[in-house]
C-alpha cells in the first residue's frame, strides 16, 4: 500500500480520495507532514550553518555560555578556546557565539568606565588599550544603559564578560579591518591584540565616555541616585572599578563637534561661519559634559585624568601611566605598535570655526574652573586675539 500512496495535490482531490480510501488519505497526510518538518529544519540547519560556521562551542563546565562563574578554581585546560580561531555570529547572538572560561571571567581584575565629551580621543585611547595582550575594551557598548535594562539573570560577572569580550571582537571584525574611509583616522593597532588576549585579562572595559557620564549625573540632587548604577555594578561582579577621563583642548574639541553636527569636518575648505551654533555648543559642554565629570569625581572610584596632547607629544611616558594606573604591565613591543597609530601632532580645528568675542570669554572663563583643564589656559589669549 505505501508503495502506492500518491500525495493529493488540490483539497478536492484529497477530498475524492478520502472516499475512495481513507487509508490511503492518511498516510498521505502523514507523507506531507514529514515533508512540511523536513523542509523546516533543513532550512534552519543552513541558517544556523551559516550564522556559525566553526559551530558554537560550549565550556566544558557549563552547558550555556552565559552561566554565572562561581568559583575560581577551574583549570586553564578545561573548556579553553583559543580566541583568535572561533568565529562570531550576528550581532544579537554574539555572547552566545563564544563564552570565556571561568578561570579567565574569575580572574579580571578591573572594570573600567570612560568618562568624558565626544571627538576628545577617547576612541584612540580606547583602541590603544584593546591592544593590550591583558585588556579588553569594548568600544561605545554602553553597559551602563544597558545595566539597568537587563532582568536578574544577565546582571552577573560571566554574562557582561562576555559582552565586552564579544563585542571587541566584533569591533576588531567588522570596524578595525575595513579600509578607513579618506580623511577619517584607522584606529587599529598592528601586531597587537584587539579583540582578544593572551593568558589572562586584568582589565575589562566599556568605552562610552559622553553618554556614561551624562547616566552618572542625570540625578544631581542625590549623590547616592547617582552612583547607584556603578553600586549595583561593583557589588554584582565584586571587582574594583575605574574611571579613565579623556581631555582634549576644549577649543578644539568644541569646534569638531559643531563640524561634525554640520557635516564639515571631512569636507575641502569647511567652515562654519554660525557663531550663535557655536556658542551654543560651547554652553552646552561645559554644562552638560565638564560639569558631569566633576560631579563624577565625587564618587568614590579612582579616575585618571589622560589628556590628548601629552599621548601625542610622549606616548611611551603617556601608556606607561595608564598600565600603571591599571595595574598592568606595559611590553615594549605594545607601546611602540601603539605609538606607530598616533599622529605626529593634534587635530588643531579651532581656526575651522567662527568665535564670537562673547563665546571666547565664556569658554576661558569656564576653563579657569577646572583643574583638568588649566594647561589650556595660556593658549587662551593668543587664540582670542588670533581668531
Not at 569594548?138 to 535594562?149: D, I, P, R, S, T
Not at 566584533?170 to 579618506?182: D, E, F, M
Not at 601611566?321 to 615594549?332: A, E, K, Y
Request: with cysteine.
Amino acid at each position: 500500500m505505501a508503495a502506492d500512496v500518491r500525495v493529493p495535490l488540490s483539497v478536492s482531490s484529497f477530498l475524492r480520495c478520502w472516499r475512495n480510501s481513507p487509508s490511503k488519505a492518511m498516510a498521505a497526510m502523514l507523507v506531507v507532514l514529514l515533508m512540511v518538518v523536513a523542509m523546516s529544519v533543513n532550512t534552519r540547519t543552513a541558517h544556523l550553518d551559516r550564522l556559525f560556521p566553526d559551530g558554537i562551542t560550549f565550556n566544558k563546565e557549563s552547558e550555556t555560555p552565559n552561566s554565572d562563574c562561581r568559583s575560581s578554581d577551574d583549570s586553564p585546560g578545561d573548556g579553553l578556546f583559543d580566541p583568535r580561531r572561533s568565529r562570531l555570529g550576528t550581532r544579537q547572538d554574539k555572547s552566545s557565539a563564544e563564552g570565556l572560561p571561568c578561570h579567565i571571567v574569575n580572574n579580571v581584575k578591573t572594570l573600567l568606565l570612560f568618562v568624558g565629551y565626544p571627538r576628545s580621543c577617547h576612541s584612540l585611547v580606547g583602541s590603544i588599550l584593546d591592544a593590550h595582550p591583558n585588556m579588553v575594551i569594548a568600544h561605545e557598548y554602553n553597559l551602563l544603559g544597558k545595566w539597568q535594562g537587563w532582568s536578574k539573570n544577565k546582571r552577573t560577572k560571566k554574562y557582561v564578560f562576555n559582552e565586552l569580550y564579544n563585542w571587541s571582537r566584533h569591533q576588531q571584525q567588522t570596524i578595525r579591518h575595513v579600509a578607513p574611509v579618506q580623511g577619517r583616522y584607522s584606529y587599529g593597532v598592528p601586531n597587537q591584540w584587539q579583540g582578544k588576549y593572551k593568558d589572562n585579562i586584568a582589565v575589562i572595559g566599556d568605552k562610552r565616555g559622553g553618554l556614561t557620564s551624562r547616566l552618572l549625573t542625570l540625578n544631581e540632587e542625590s549623590q547616592d541616585e547617582r552612583s547607584s548604577v556603578v553600586t549595583a555594578l561593583q557589588k554584582a561582579l565584586k571587582i574594583k572599578i575605574k574611571f579613565m577621563h579623556v581631555v582634549r583642548n576644549p577649543l578644539d574639541n568644541i569646534a569638531t563637534m559643531c563640524l561634525r553636527k554640520n557635516k564639515l569636518r571631512n569636507s575641502q575648505n569647511g567652515h562654519l561661519y554660525n557663531s550663535s551654533f557655536v556658542n551654543a555648543t560651547a554652553r552646552r559642554y561645559f554644562r552638560r559634559l565638564v560639569g558631569g565629570v566633576e560631579r563624577v569625581k565625587k564618587l568614590p572610584y579612582p579616575m585618571l585624568d589622560v589628556h590628548c596632547e601629552d599621548i601625542i607629544k610622549d606616548p611611551r611616558k603617556e601608556l606607561e601611566r595608564l598600565c600603571s594606573f591599571l595595574d598592568v604591565p606595559c611590553p615594549r613591543d605594545f607601546v611602540k605598535d601603539s605609538a606607530s597609530i598616533i599622529h605626529a601632532r593634534p587635530s588643531v580645528t579651532r581656526n575651522l570655526v567662527t568665535w564670537s568675542d562673547d563665546t571666547m570669554d565664556f569658554v576661558v572663563d569656564e576653563m579657569k574652573k577646572h583643574s583638568f583643564l588649566s594647561q589650556y589656559l595660556p593658549r587662551a589669549p593668543s587664540l582670542n586675539a588670533a581668531i
